[in-house]
């Protein structure tokens, strides 16, 4: 699977800069079946590098707290004001107890009549 991805999507823009930046012996005989773990590490960045561009992926995994809303302050100061699009509103433990207690309370109407 790895290797068709890299055949479609980077193999023909690696081969295509060989004229800016010349050839790469390792590059050139790289196969599937390749025990070079060093150029499969390569391969793999950079299949994740156009899959995942930007890097969204990172952050969030690394510090998940980010999407359950960033300060308006801080999204300004890095330039991600207008990104995130549905911001959502931080609340304290006891505001988080307090609805769930509600939402068990809730009387849900029989759809049926």
């Known amino acids: 699977m790895v290797w068709k991805a890299f055949e479609k999507y980077l193999l023909p823009n690696w081969q295509a800069g060989q004229e800016e930046f010349g050839f790469d012996e ?24 156009r899959i995942f561009w930007d890097h969204d992926w990172a952050l969030t995994s690394s510090h998940p707290e980010v999407m359950d809303g960033m300060e308006e302050e801080l999204s300004q100061t890095l330039g991600l004001d207008d990104y995130f699009t549905n911001r959502l509103p931080r609340v304290t433990p006891e505001q988080v107890a307090a609805a769930i207690a509600e939402i068990k309370n809730w009387k849900l109407s029989d759809p049926t009549g």
Do not use: G
Not at 26 to 49: A, G, K, Q
């Open 26 to 49: 390792e590059l050139d005989t790289f196969h599937p079946h390749s025990d070079n773990l060093r150029i499969w590490n390569t391969v793999v960045d950079e299949l994740v590098d």
